[in-house]
């Protein structure tokens, strides 16, 4: 009897002990799943994966529409062309917007994208008559960034803000010079006189020189035929205003760059009447960013290897 009794203890014992390491187990799955979820949470609002709009909250009343633009325009930058025209036209189709604006921060960039978006402006400020458009300067607006800005209803800006630089450049470098000093010898073979336009490595020609000034012409007549457009009688006879010199927000309303200073909360508040603003700005989830950075970079492996052999 004794002995049945101590075996029957010590299996009460081993159901015991195995019952609770299950329990243990258990728990301890509970919580790396608790702890794995909420991780995922963090990471899918950083990355914008539940939804880019604050527009898609049914209760939004009558508001100001705001997109943003940042950073260098350029196609697959953050200042992408085709991600801001999207902003602004789920902008304009909310039927509650009472008028859009698009802050700016940027030092300019490629003068195709900059003239792309600003003819999408005027094409849905044509589509839209009755919402107005106004751009609001926060650090800088300068070169393709303006050439974008004057395409709105109004330019507001702080008196500390930069704008203007109504200009256009080529830069680059020349190693002639240290090549010879190396003993380096450049063998550039080509078919077309021009093929090897602005080589950095070949000495640059008076003639190629100045067809790079004429082409430089071309696109600052654009430009200036596009802000004279933009701002019409706004703009004081200036010699300077077309040299590519940038000016403060306060010079800019003076010169009728701008139009005054202000900033996102002002402008909503007292010229679009609608303090309540919405952020339209799209914002691309991990994935599309991640196929984004990979298309631009097969597209200029793929531009270089073209290159290469049509050179």
């Known amino acids: 009897m004794q002995d049945n009794w101590e075996r029957e203890a010590l299996n009460q014992l081993l159901q015991a002990g195995i019952k609770e390491q299950r329990r243990t187990r258990r728990w301890g799955i509970f919580f790396k799943l608790l702890g794995f979820g909420y991780l995922f949470v963090v990471l899918a609002l950083f990355m914008g994966w539940f939804g880019d709009r604050a527009a898609d909250d ?4 009558p508001h100001t529409a705001l997109v943003n633009l940042d950073g260098v325009i350029m196609a697959g930058g953050e200042a992408d062309v085709a991600t801001v025209a999207q902003g602004l036209r789920d902008a304009f189709e909310d039927n509650k917007t009472r008028g859009v604006i698009l802050r700016v921060n940027s030092p ?17 400020k044509k589509q839209h008559p009755k919402i107005p458009l106004y751009v609001v300067v926060e650090d800088i607006c300068a070169s393709g960034c303006y050439y974008t800005a004057v395409a709105a209803d109004k330019i507001y800006a702080d008196k500390a803000s930069i704008v203007g630089s109504i200009g256009v450049l ?14 380096v010898e450049r063998r550039l073979l080509t078919a077309g006189e021009n093929k090897g336009f602005l080589d950095p490595f070949s000495p640059l020609s008076d003639t190629q020189r100045a067809k790079a000034q004429e082409m430089l012409g071309e696109i600052h007549q654009q430009f200036i035929g596009v802000v004279k457009t933009g701002r019409g009688k706004r703009l004081v006879n200036d010699p300077d205003l077309f040299s590519g010199l940038v000016w403060s927000g306060e010079r800019s309303v003076k010169l009728g760059l701008i139009d005054g200073l202000g900033s996102v909360d002002s402008v909503a508040r007292d ?18 960013r991640l196929a984004k950075r990979v298309g631009v970079a097969a597209a200029s492996t793929l531009g270089a290897r073209l290159d290469a052999q049509l050179r």
């Open 108 to 124: 300019g960039g490629s003068p195709v994208q900059s003239g792309q978006l600003h003819d999408e402006i005027v094409r849905l």
């Open 170 to 183: 080529m830069d680059g470098f020349g190693f002639t010079g240290t090549m010879e000093k190396l003993g």
């Open 271 to 288: 010229v679009v009447k609608a303090e309540d603003i919405v952020d339209f700005t799209p914002q691309p989830d991990y994935l599309d």
């Open 58 to 61: 049914v209760n939004v009343g």
